[in-house]
């Protein structure tokens, strides 16, 4: 069957309202995720929390993102896309509502769980609907796109955790980040549904053993790798670097510009990560963008504490967080090798569970900067993405390749040849 969007470059009514429903929501996740690491130095002080119990507020919200991309991925290929984004927007906005109200740590813990599910439905569901809405030839730009959401998602939080927060306080801070999220909840309930999986998913929904099978379990484990080595990397070295700026002598507002230029490093390795992408597919651009950010760690490791207190500092910090950018490429790639029916299953397990183990990384950057500093953790983000490099070459090369072609094995062989329907 031909994929019907194959040669449009820009996008239609129904493709714009699915990207633009799905970014939304993904943007407001992220900004939830990183404020948090702003919010944390009040909160702490507030509760009267230890370092350690700090950063399990941080890491109980990637634990439940893992939980809610298992929960809500099978959710959206049984009953759709668009039903479980309206849902997973809901559950975090509530619970971050609800969040200004927390009268003590416990309590916050728990609605930081619940809003870590509803945010861990969001990527892998929306970004399912983007690849299946829009034709090969710009998918890797648009896919790559809707990750860039997290830069500005970054950006947004850097400027409201440097300034908003120290005036209102970390409570009203929750109360008033809630509010635009009312806005993507009216345009959820108008994005359409993704027409791959109305043609596919919903007239053939697999069952739970065909989870158990080679076609999705080899691309799972091929997907899952690849992010957990990415998210310990990026996770180890950006959650706890406002903290430690600050410890360093930094005002919460001169942390907050570094956060926000890591950002704008990364939005533009993210436009530049989309652009290739489709112009000399996911496999080099990946390798590529990850060598930039191996290479960038490494020269802070070697050279950071020389060069902090000059402005040369931030030519290696820009070279770091534009190669950071793996997930722009990994949204496009990895809906590219499950079939429709596991789409958002495969994704959104493959990138939560792997955010969910990045949990770890920053207890134990905690412990290794109050013995060693922070240095350690660059190399550390080095080996990793050096790793994501070498690893990229493992999946097939998926550019230009439309839904429909992805399905066909799928359709084309009997439920007992599992090798066969992978597609890979």
Not at 31 to 60: C, D, H, R
Not at 91 to 107: C, G, K, Q, W
Not at 136 to 147: A, D
Not at 387 to 406: D, M, N, Q, S, Y
Request: net charge positive; aromatic share 14%; glycine share 12%.
């Amino acid at each position: 069957m031909p994929d019907t969007s194959e040669g449009r470059l820009r996008l239609g009514k129904k493709e714009r309202g699915a990207f633009l429903g799905a970014f939304l929501g993904w943007l407001f996740d992220y900004y939830e995720v990183f404020l948090l690491t702003f919010m944390l130095i009040p909160i702490k002080k507030e509760f009267g929390l230890s370092g350690a119990q700090g950063a399990w507020i941080v890491s109980t919200s990637l634990i439940f993102m893992a939980v809610g991309g298992v929960l809500f991925g099978v959710l959206a290929d049984r009953i759709g896309r668009r039903r479980v984004l309206v849902i997973t927007v809901l559950m975090f906005t509530l619970a971050t509502f609800a969040r200004a109200l927390s009268p003590n740590y416990e309590v916050l813990l728990v609605l930081t769980a619940i809003a870590g599910m509803g945010l861990g439905g969001e990527y892998g569901v929306g970004q399912s609907l983007i690849s299946e809405a829009i034709g090969p030839k710009r998918r890797g730009w648009w896919g790559g796109l809707f990750y860039g959401g997290a830069f500005l998602s970054i950006m947004l939080a850097s400027v409201v955790g440097g300034h908003v927060l120290p005036a209102v306080g970390w409570r009203w801070t929750f109360a008033i980040s809630g509010l635009p999220v009312l806005l993507v909840i009216y345009l959820r309930a108008h994005t359409p549904e993704s027409p791959a999986w109305e043609r596919t998913a919903a007239a053939a929904r697999p069952a739970p053993r065909e989870y158990a099978r080679r076609s999705f379990v080899v691309p799972l484990l091929k997907c899952l790798i690849a992010a957990i080595m990415y998210f310990w990397a990026y996770y180890g070295v950006t959650t706890l670097l406002p903290d430690y700026l600050v410890s360093s002598g930094f005002s919460m507002s001169d942390a907050s510009w570094w956060i926000f230029f890591t950002a704008f490093a990364g939005l533009v390795g993210c436009l530049f990560g989309s652009w290739a992408c489709d112009r000399w597919g996911r496999r080099p651009t990946l390798s590529l963008i990850m060598a930039l950010a191996a290479t960038g760690g490494l020269i802070v490791y070697l050279g950071g504490a020389t060069l902090l207190d000059t402005a040369w500092i931030l030519v290696p910090f820009f070279v770091l967080y534009f190669g950071s950018n793996a997930p722009t490429i990994f949204g496009t790639l990895f809906t590219e090798v499950f079939p429709t029916a596991f789409r958002s299953t495969g994704v959104s397990s493959a990138l939560q569970i792997a955010r969910g183990t990045s949990a770890l990384p920053p207890i134990i950057a905690g412990a290794v900067i109050d013995r060693s500093g922070y240095t350690p953790i660059f190399l550390a983000a080095t080996v990793l993405y050096a790793g994501v490099a070498l690893w990229a070459w493992v999946f097939p090369e998926t550019r230009g390749l439309g839904i429909a072609t992805i399905d066909e094995p799928v359709h084309a062989t009997p439920p007992s040849h599992p090798i066969a329907r992978s597609g890979l």
